[in-house]
């Protein structure tokens, strides 16, 4: 990621920044380090898919790629069908705003972090909006333990 440093003079206002940022399609967002701001493209909204497309979609691409009775989550990006996840776990791979679909309807959200870095975090999407969001819980892998007559 390039990193472009721009000094104003002083006479520069808010008003006249913030309307020169909105001109090329970016806002300010506070940088990490919580001191200063950095200029940021716009996130655009993209149009979801309603809960049927996106079944009918979740099953076309198991089918596809023959995934249909083995559970896991087809992940949509941008309202496309773009791959097939046994779990749902490490969200850094996906950008936030990737939707996961499992085999019995129910959704979530990669949320938070940014595109490059990926997602943070899944949350389960409770309703057709994003406003609905509760979060996931954790999900625990069983661990198999030796039984009887084990080495």
């Not at 909204?45 to 249909?68: E, G, H, N, P």
């Not at 019995?104 to 997602?119: I, L, R, S």
């Amino acid at each position: 990621m390039a990193t472009l440093t721009i000094e104003l003079p002083e006479q520069v206002t808010q008003g006249q920044m913030m309307q020169a940022l909105e001109s090329i399609g970016c806002e300010l967002r506070l940088a990490r380090d919580g001191r200063n701001y950095t200029a940021v493209p716009k996130e655009r909204a993209v149009r979801r898919s309603s809960l049927s497309q996106m079944k009918r979609q979740s099953t076309i691409f198991r089918k596809q790629y023959d995934k249909v009775d083995s559970g896991g989550y087809v992940i949509f990006f941008k309202g496309k069908a773009v791959a097939w996840w046994r779990w749902l776990d490490h969200p850094s791979g996906w950008e936030p705003g990737c939707i996961a679909l499992d085999d019995t309807g129910k959704q979530w959200v990669a949320t938070g972090g940014n595109a490059y870095e990926g997602a943070m975090r899944w949350e389960v999407l409770v309703g057709e909006t994003q406003s609905n969001v509760a979060r996931m819980p954790t999900r625990i892998r069983e661990i198999p333990q030796p039984g009887p007559g084990a080495a």
